[in-house]
């Protein structure tokens, strides 16, 4: 799979829709692991954008990524008892509650524009999150030409993603930052580990495996391939590089108390994502638990952290970051892709 894709070094940077940036993505790709772009907050237009960013930037292999969420269904109900709930904090900040909530992305599932436009000029990869789009839509990527990646929790998922003929599996543990890929958030969640999910989804021995969740270094790296892994993917320790869109108090955070203390909630978007602890998390233990569907819940977050930002508060926003957050280092992306590879090879 590396080989058919020229990438000589198997680290994947991850997708981190909002974060991750062509500038950053290209640096690693040029490297010699696999940069990645998250499309899922953004629609044909701008995923267009980013890919033509890509490109001009580097000739190499690259990562396209997708939210393939089931559509969010509205609730007027819900959706007000929720704003209702938020009232408070958004009074906090000098503000109120949007008067309505709508849905901001498109899932990958009903998107034909989205699609059109990765097959008018097909990227090398092409990878889901959150389950897996029609037969039709795998069937065109691949014809196209499109290695395809997906991301399983389980190994149930892993061997759906297998029977739908995707290339290689994401798998991704309890210890991830960001967004959590389970296909059915509503169905009970054995939060398997890394380690423990890698073994098991090697084990089926349906697919390639690509490890996540919590890999910060070289020797996290290392134990991810001695698990039978073909590659690691790594997200928050490229949030403090200087290519990332990360904002200040996101980066800051990775070092602090919040780094330290990550908390998996869906009181942000409206689906299980883990970042730094907050003002928001800690508000999250004790809120209703009838949070809005993904993403409409997160039309009412975003709201709530633009009108803490706009004070000074930094405490409200989405500052995804997994359990390893404190073994993040500052250094531009090509020299931190050359870093881990030099610790992943090094002789324990």
């Known amino acids: 799979m590396l080989d058919r894709l020229g990438v000589t070094i198997p680290i994947i940077q991850a997708p981190m829709a909002g974060v991750s940036t062509p500038e950053l993505a290209a640096a690693v790709s040029d490297a010699g692991g696999l940069g990645s772009l998250g499309l899922g907050a953004t629609d044909a237009a701008g995923g267009r954008a980013m890919i033509q960013a890509m490109r001009d930037r580097t000739r190499r292999a690259f990562n396209v990524n997708l939210f393939v969420h089931a559509p969010a269904r509205p609730d007027p109900a819900r959706e007000a008892a929720w704003l209702q709930a938020l009232q408070p904090l958004f009074a906090a900040q000098g503000a109120v509650p949007p008067g309505g909530l709508r849905s901001p992305y498109r899932s990958f599932a009903e998107d034909d524009a989205m699609l059109a ?13 959150f389950g897996l789009p029609g037969a039709d839509r795998i069937a065109a990527l ?18 759906a993603i297998a029977a739908a003929g995707i290339d290689a599996v994401v798998a991704q543990g309890w210890e991830a930052g960001g967004h959590r890929g389970v296909f059915d958030p509503a169905a ?60 200040p108090a996101h980066r800051a955070g990775l070092q602090g108390p919040g780094g330290a203390h990550t908390v998996m909630t869906p009181v942000i978007s409206g689906r299980p994502a883990r970042c730094l602890a907050n003002r928001f998390t800690a508000w999250g233990e004790t809120a209703p638990r009838a949070v809005p569907d993904y993403p409409i819940a997160y039309d009412a977050g975003k709201a709530l952290a633009a009108a803490a930002r706009a004070r000074g508060e930094v405490g409200f926003g989405a500052h995804w970051a997994g359990q390893g957050a404190p073994l993040s280092r500052a250094m531009p992306a090509a020299a931190l892709t050359a870093l881990l590879w030099q610790e992943a090879t090094a002789r324990p």
């Not at 436009?117 to 999150?129: D, G, I, Q, T």
């Not at 196209?144 to 998922?157: D, F, N, Q, R």
């Not at 919590?214 to 039978?228: C, E, F, K, N, Q």
Request: aromatic share 2%.
């Open 117 to 129: 436009m990765l097959l008018e000029a097909p990227p090398p990869v092409v990878s889901f999150h």
């Open 142 to 159: 691949r014809q196209a030409g499109c290695l395809l990646l997906a991301t399983a929790t389980s190994p149930a998922e892993a061997r």
């Open 188 to 247: 009970p969640d054995d939060r398997l580990g890394t380690l423990a999910l890698v073994r098991l989804v090697a084990a089926q021995g349906s697919a390639p495996v690509i490890a996540a969740g919590g890999i910060m270094d070289g020797a996290g790296i290392r134990a991810a391939l001695s698990l039978g892994a073909a590659a690691a993917q790594l997200g928050t320790a490229f949030i403090a590089c200087p290519e990332s869109s990360a904002e």
